[in-house]
């Protein structure tokens, strides 16, 4: 993307649910950027990425929450692909949830601990599908949550520089994005790592 501009263009709160808005992009290939506080199980655009272990078992966290409330359909469509590569991500139905996909970002092995390098594959993996699948909008989650979380700071980074990496060289489709984290604190927190991530290099 060329002559990049950003800006905040609202912030606070309705129903409960705290938010930012930004954009980004030139004047041509805009995308919104939206940082909320609220349930991803919940979101209604386009799909949403599941944070997976590479057995893709919905067991607990936001897995299980997925289970809970789009049915046993969706556990059993990723027991169709068997165990899954680190990195990589699969796309599966919804269920009975209100988005029409689950996009299975595999971070880290069953039982296992997320490591920096899967965070960026996996997302990237994740929005080329999204892409594949010429959607429109995408939910993604506070992805430092495993089995022992990893830093959120460290997350926000991470993932906001694979964000616009892939805006600027390979996105085709998609013009929302939502990053829906849990508290008020962490929402700060990837505000705070958007400013300086996606500011770098802007006059």
């Not at 960026?120 to 993604?140: G, H, V």
């Not at 926000?156 to 489709?173: C, G, P, S, V, Y």
């Not at 990053?179 to 604190?185: C, F, G, H, L, N």
């Amino acid at each position: 993307m060329n002559n990049v501009h950003q800006r905040l263009i609202g912030g606070g709160s309705f129903s409960g649910l705290w938010y930012f808005h930004l954009y980004y992009g030139d004047f041509m290939t805009k995308v919104k950027i939206e940082l909320l506080k609220g349930d991803i199980t919940e979101r209604e655009t386009d799909a949403i990425i599941n944070t997976a272990n590479n057995m893709l078992i919905l067991g607990s966290g936001l897995g299980g929450a997925i289970r809970a409330k789009g049915g046993e359909s969706i556990a059993k469509e990723c027991a169709r692909y068997g165990e899954v590569g680190v990195g990589r991500a699969i796309i599966t139905k919804a269920g009975s949830l209100k988005t029409r996909y689950i996009i299975h970002a595999v971070l880290m092995e069953f039982d296992g601990l997320i490591e920096e390098k899967n965070i960026t594959e996996s997302l990237t993996n994740s929005l080329r599908l999204a892409n594949k699948k010429k959607l429109r909008s995408l939910s993604i989650p506070d992805m430092s949550l495993g089995i022992v979380r990893f830093s959120p700071e460290r997350c926000a980074r991470i993932l906001m520089n694979a964000l616009k990496k892939f805006l600027e060289d390979e996105n085709q489709t998609l013009d929302l994005i939502e990053i829906v984290v849990w508290d008020i604190e962490t929402l700060r927190t990837y505000k705070q790592l958007y400013s300086e991530v996606f500011t770098q290099g802007v006059a």
